[in-house]
C-alpha cells in the first residue's frame, strides 16, 4: 500500500493501482463527417417550440390507451379512473409513452387526472412549425401578400433612386449573427452638422 499525501491527511492506494489519465481538451482535431447537419439540427434546436416533437394520433389511439389501462388493471370505472396513486400514474403514463411513441410533457402530467384525460391527450395532435411558415401554406386572399424575405437598402447595390434612401442619415444594421453573412449592413458617414 501507497500512502498519498493530501491537505488534510492521508489516502491508502494498493500498489497496483494504475491511474488512468483522461484530457479534459481534444488532442487532435475531431472531424465530424455530418457537419453541415450537425449544425442545422443545432440551429433548429434553438428555435421556436424546441422541446416539443410532433404527433400525428393514429386512429385507434383511444383503442391502444384503453389497452394499456387493461394490461394494468386499471379497467374498474372505465374511462372515469381516476389517477390518484402517482406510482400507478407514472406506469401508465410510461406504458402509454412505449404505446405511441409520444410521451406528456412535464407540464401536463398535472392536467391527467383521468383516464380519459390520457385518451383526451393522445387523440390531439402537435403541430410544431412556426407560425410564419404556417402562413406560407395557407391560401390568402388576392389582396393580402406577405413578403416572407428582408427587403434590406444598401446605396451600392440597390439602383433605383439612384443610391438615394428616405432616411440618409440612418444605418441599416444587422446586428444577428445569423443574418449577417446573408445580409449586407450599410453604415452611414456620419457629417458634422
Known sequence: MAAVNLR????????????????????????????????????????????????????????????????????????????????EKFKFLSACFEELQHGVPNSQVHELATVADVIAFYEQAVDTTVPLDALKRIDLPENLHIQYEYLRFHPETDTKFNGQTAFPKSSTLVTGLKYRRKYGGHEVKQSWP
Request: glycine share 6%.
Open 8 to 87: 488534510k491527511g492521508f489516502i491508502c492506494v494498493p500498489k497496483n493501482f494504475v491511474a488512468h489519465l483522461q484530457r479534459c481538451y481534444a488532442s487532435s482535431k475531431q472531424t465530424n463527417i455530418n457537419t453541415l447537419a450537425a449544425v442545422g439540427d443545432s440551429i433548429a434546436a434553438k428555435g421556436f417550440l424546441r422541446p416539443n416533437k410532433p404527433y400525428a394520433p393514429t386512429s385507434n389511439a383511444a383503442e391502444r390507451v384503453r389497452s394499456v389501462a387493461a394490461k394494468l388493471h386499471m379497467t374498474s370505472d372505465g374511462d372515469q379512473r381516476k389517477l390518484t396513486d402517482l406510482g
